[in-house]
């Protein structure tokens, strides 16, 4: 079973820029699709953005794309979110999170998940 720790994330201004980590361990890395959700305060988590368990393929939300990029390190057991012209309304803890399952932008699909960090982008 794998478990994941997100680090990262802070306080920034709009427009600037963020990476956000996501480290595993006590699983076979090389097998999980991975993704980043976040959530706002109040509302509903939402998909940002995932990796196959390859990285051969990624995906976005429509929001994100273009200012952020998800990778990752098989090498490191890490999975990366940088985040390009951040806006204040993406001020959310975001979490990351594993499946074994299929790359997905359901969060349903995701059986293990991180702790969350927290960004905070202010105008």
């Known amino acids: 079973q794998v478990q994941l720790v997100e680090s990262g994330g802070g306080l920034v201004q709009a427009g600037t820029s963020l990476r956000l980590s996501c480290a595993a361990s006590g699983g076979t890395f090389s097998r999980y699709g991975l993704g980043w959700f976040r959530q706002a305060p109040g509302k509903e988590r939402e998909f940002v953005a995932a990796?196959?368990?390859?990285?051969?393929?990624?995906y976005y939300a429509e929001s994100v794309k273009g200012r952020f990029t998800i990778s990752r390190d098989n090498a490191k057991d890490t999975v990366y979110l940088q985040m390009n012209s951040l806006k204040p309304e993406e001020t959310a803890d975001y979490y990351c999170?594993?499946?074994?399952?299929?790359?997905?932008?359901?969060?349903?699909?995701?059986?293990?998940w991180g702790q969350g960090t927290q960004v905070t982008v202010s105008t």
């Open positions: 990796i196959s368990a390859t990285g051969a393929s990624t």
């Open positions: 999170a594993a499946t074994l399952v299929t790359t997905s932008r359901n969060s349903r699909a995701y059986a293990y």
